[in-house]
C-alpha cells in the first residue's frame, strides 16, 4: 500500500538535533537515516559533529534538492546521500539510527514498516511526535530558547 505524506517542512534546531543523535549514542561510521529530510541539517549535523554516513529520503523535490546542495556547500556531500521519494515506497536501508520529525498519525502508519525494515538494535529517534504502540527506551523535555521539544528514543527489537 502507498501513501503519500503531507507533514509541513519545520526545521529541528541544531542544539535539538545534537541533542537526539546524543540520545541515539550515533557513533563516528555508523548509518544515519533521516526520513524527511528537508533542507538536511539533520545529515549535516551527523556527518561533520558525529562522523556518521547519513542518508536523507524527502518527498519534496525542492527540499531534497536544497539538501543535496547543503550538503555540498558543508563538505560532507561524500557522507551524506539524499534520496527524492516517497519513505513509505523505498526499501529502508540497514541504519544504525533513524531519525523521525513526523506526526504521530504518520509515525504510526509507518509503525508495521519500521518493524519489518529497520534493522534489529537500530536507534530510532522522533521529535515530538510518539510511535503509538512502542515503548520508549527514553523520553526526554529539552528546553532550545524559549520553546520546550519532547524527544523520544525508541530501539528496534
Known amino acids: 500500500m502507498s501513501y503519500y505524506v503531507s507533514v ?6 541544531v ?8 540520545m541515539a549514542d550515533l557513533k563516528p561510521g555508523e548509518l544515519l537515516l533521516d526520513l524527511g529530510c528537508g533542507d538536511g541539517r539533520v545529515l549535516i549535523v551527523a556527518a561533520k559533529e558525529f562522523g556518521a554516513r547519513a542518508v ?5 523535490s525542492d527540499l531534497a534538492s536544497r539538501a543535496a546542495y547543503n550538503a555540498m556547500k558543508e563538505g560532507v556531500s561524500d557522507r551524506v546521500l539524499v534520496i527524492n521519494g516517497n519513505f513509505f515506497e523505498i526499501r529502508l536501508p540497514p541504519a544504525d539510527v533513524i531519525f523521525m520529525y513526523l506526526l ?14 529497520a534493522k534489529p538494535g537500530a536507534r530510532i529517534v522522533s521529535h515530538d511526535f510518539e510511535v503509538t504502540g512502542w515503548r520508549p527506551k527514553m523520553v526526554e523535555d529539552f528546553r532550545d530558547g524559549g520553546r520546550s521539544h519532547r524527544l523520544y528514543l525508541y530501539v528496534r527489537e
Not at 8 to 13: E, I, L, R
Not at 56 to 60: C, K, Q, T, Y
Open 8 to 13: 509541513p517542512f519545520v526545521p529541528t534546531p
Open 104 to 117: 504521530t498519525s504518520v509515525n504510526e502508519r509507518l509503525r508495521p514498516k519500521l518493524e519489518r525494515e
Open 56 to 60: 536523507g529520503i524527502e518527498v519534496r
Open 15 to 22: 542544539e535539538v538535533i545534537r541533542r537526539m543523535l546524543q
